[in-house]
């Protein structure tokens, strides 16, 4: 009977261990990295979401700028930070599925460092240009780039981004060789793009849509399969250029070692934040529509997106320079 008993009181205690995580979880602020500068795509949407997301866990969120080296160097810090729950990264299509295929060496490798926890938004690109731009249309801007060979400059969020991948395959599908000029994060290069320093880009409705608004940017087209319902009078790209589409993404992820419980409580609040119908309309005002999903599909889609790049950036011959 003794040693019954005995046995019966380690599987409880093993059993609370297993569950003092969660219990304790969270027991200090929450920390998202942002591998950019402040004012760009990613922190927008991971401010946005901050209030609400520090509700439902009980502690101050608090989102951490770490930019560098088109995204690596916060990449490398969220990979390499405790796997306690208390560190989310909020990364890119170009963070998480596209660097891996753009650099021989990376400090971290995204599909062993990292948990997958959600797909947060699908954000609406847009080709945006400076006023002083004769470009009104897509075909005003191919006919500008053949007339220039290597004299009309983009801006980009940096090497191996959304805005430089939606840019070269422009390049590549129309033939011409826009020169590219890389920035620390969209915030710094519409900087420029506002001065004039830089005529055009290619990048988030997130990012831009207020320059458009109060007439500083030019809209010419959405990057995306169709027209957006908040520009619904700017054609596609694919309207004059048929097979160009770019749909930029953000998601969550965890360290890899974070436990199972703490996934799946940050998964779950993550979601309900993101299906709040306050942040559906703010972030989808922005040209940013809030998705939410599992983290096993959220594992899969972004393996089936480093697929689907690799073949676009070995086609299109895309390098991080």
């Known amino acids: 009977m003794q040693s019954f008993v005995q046995v019966a009181l380690m599987l409880v205690l093993a059993m609370g261990s297993q569950l003092a995580p969660a219990q304790t979880y969270p027991s200090k602020p929450v920390r998202i990295i942002v591998a950019f500068p402040p004012g760009g795509g990613v922190d927008i949407v991971a401010r946005t979401m901050g209030p609400r997301l520090s509700e439902a866990l009980g502690q101050p969120v608090v989102v951490d700028n770490r930019a560098g080296a088109a995204g690596i160097v916060g990449t490398d810090l969220a990979a390499k930070s405790p796997a306690d729950g208390h560190t989310v990264f909020i990364g890119t299509l170009g963070n998480l599925s596209v660097n891996p295929l753009l650099y021989a060496k990376l400090p971290f490798d995204v599909g062993r460092d990292f948990a997958p926890l959600t797909l947060v938004v699908s954000v609406t690109f847009v080709l945006y240009v400076h006023p002083s731009l004769p470009v009104k249309t897509v075909k005003d801007l191919i006919a500008l780039t053949r007339s220039r060979p290597g004299q009309i ?72 399969p169709k027209r957006s319902p908040v520009l619904p009078e700017v054609p596609t790209v694919g309207e004059t250029l048929p097979g160009y589409e770019v749909v930029n993404w953000f998601g969550m ?49 972004m393996k089936s997106e480093t697929v689907k790049w690799a073949r676009v950036i070995k086609d299109a011959n895309i390098r991080a320079d």
């Open 253 to 301: 992820v965890v360290p890899a070692a974070t436990p199972r419980d703490i996934v799946t409580r940050l998964n779950t609040e993550v979601v309900k934040v993101l299906r709040m119908p306050e942040i559906r309309e703010r972030l989808l005002a922005s040209g940013a529509e809030t998705m939410g999903n599992s983290t096993e599909e959220f594992g899969a889609f």
């Open 153 to 224: 400059n983009y801006a980009s969020s940096g090497n191996g981004g959304a805005p430089h991948l939606a840019a070269e395959l422009f390049n590549s599908m129309v033939g011409v060789k826009m020169v590219h000029v890389p920035y620390k994060g969209s915030g710094l290069s519409f900087i420029d793009l506002l001065g004039g320093q830089v005529p055009l880009t290619f990048d988030s409705m997130v990012q831009g849509l207020q320059y458009v608004k109060s007439g500083r940017l030019r809209a010419v087209a959405v990057l995306g």
